[in-house]
């Protein structure tokens, strides 16, 4: 996968950013991670930019690293404050698998991933919110995305989630 291709690709130059962050909530990215590694593009300013009369649903960022060998890592993830409808952050996962990956840029990201996450990274104010992992997990327990023949589910992340090194599994 070529990084600077897709950086200077006119499509998707402009959503390209340096960190995932919003809502008090964020992405981490273990030190042992070159920046130069790191591919994150903001799929939701994407479809905004549309000015579609009903712009589809998409997760916060589409992050893609380079795994240690070979390969590479790819991460959707929402970014919440406090409350969300389960459906809505389904639709947003399906379309970016569907619509983003498999068809508007399947060139650059439709291959096969060293490994696959989907995250809800939510902000809770523990003195006012209470936040219960379980309950969200179970929540999305019984959906699953398939990519490639393989399911994958989402995973709740309490404020921030820290994205480590991937390695290749050869």
Do not use: W
């Amino acid at each position: 996968m070529d990084f600077k291709k897709i950086k200077n690709d006119s499509r998707l130059k402009n959503f390209v950013i340096n960190e995932c962050k919003e809502n008090q909530s964020s992405i981490i990215f273990s030190n042992d991670i070159p920046k130069d590694d790191i591919l994150i593009i903001k799929v939701d300013k994407f479809y905004n930019n549309l000015h579609l009369s009903e712009t589809p649903k998409s997760p916060d960022c589409l992050i893609v690293i380079a795994c240690k060998s070979r390969g590479y890592g790819l991460f959707l993830v929402e970014l919440k404050s406090k409350t969300f409808k389960a459906d809505e952050i389904i639709k947003k996962f399906e379309n970016c698998f569907n619509d983003f990956i498999k068809q508007r840029f399947r060139e650059y990201f439709y291959i096969s991933y060293e490994k696959i996450e989907l995250s809800l990274v939510s902000f809770f104010d523990k003195n006012r919110d209470e936040y219960d992992s379980s309950l969200i997990m179970e929540t999305f327990m019984d959906i699953k995305f398939n990519y490639l023949n393989k399911n994958y589910m989402i995973k709740p992340f309490l404020r921030h989630q820290t994205i480590k090194l991937c390695y290749s599994k050869n």
